[in-house]
Each structure stands twice: as C-alpha cells, then as structure tokens.
C-alpha cells in the first residue's frame, strides 16, 4: 500500500487548510483497508494522532483539535481528507497520512505516507 499525501503548505494563524490521501491499493481479494487517518509529529516531539476515521465512519480527534479539525474519508477510493480550520502556531507539524490494511484472516498491517509539512505563522 502507498499512500501520497498532499496539501500542506503556510497559513496565518486562524487560516484554513486542507489535506488529502490517496491510497495506491482498490480493495480486492483478501485484503481491505480499514482505518485511516493522520497522524502529526512536530519537531521535538513524539508522532501523534490527530484523527482517524474507520472504514464504517466512526471518528477519533486529538483533545487539542476537536471543534476545529475534521477528517472525512472515500471507502470506494481509500481517499482520506483532513479538513483543519482555525489553525494554531502549536499545529505546526509534518503531518502523515495513515492507513490499517485487514485481511480476511484478521491480520493487521500499518502503512504511512512521506508526510507533508504544515507551518502555521503566528
């Protein structure tokens, strides 16, 4: 599974931005892509989640970006957005795209995108 992430980029504090994903896997055969979603690492700092959305659409935020954040998602395409609104200083990460590919079996693995930067200025 390759995932191309992409949208990243400068915005003012308070700005709008907004992130996509494309999966190179269709689902097929024994193998479907279940959660996706994005993760963020700032430097310093450890990765961490900032939404995931599972192939049934149920939803999980970050405390820090709930209320301003929304992740969204296209089963038929394994296409992930990340729409991030009211954007703070503290967003400034590369921000990376996740998938969780399941196969009929139950067996889980995790792929990553290259990630993109987000820099919000102050």
């Known amino acids: 599974v390759q995932l191309q992430a992409s949208g990243g980029g400068l915005v003012q504090a308070g700005g709008s931005l907004r992130l996509s994903c494309a999966s190179s896997?269709?689902?097929?055969?024994?193998?479907?892509?279940?959660?996706m979603g994005w993760y963020r690492q700032a430097p310093g700092k450890q990765r961490e989640l900032v939404a995931r959305?599972?192939?049934?659409?149920?939803?999980k935020y970050a405390d820090s970006v709930k209320g301003r954040f929304s992740v969204s998602r296209n089963n038929a395409e394994n296409t992930v957005w990340l729409q991030m609104n009211s954007l703070k200083a503290e967003d400034t990460a590369v921000y990376y795209c996740?998938?969780?590919?399941?196969?009929?079996?139950?067996?889980?693995?995790?792929?990553w995108g290259q990630g993109t930067q987000v820099t919000v200025s102050s």
């Open positions: 996740y998938a969780k590919l399941i196969t009929i079996y139950g067996e889980t693995s995790d792929y």
């Open positions: 896997r269709s689902d097929a055969g024994y193998a479907s892509i279940d959660d």
């Open positions: 959305i599972s192939r049934g659409g149920r939803t």
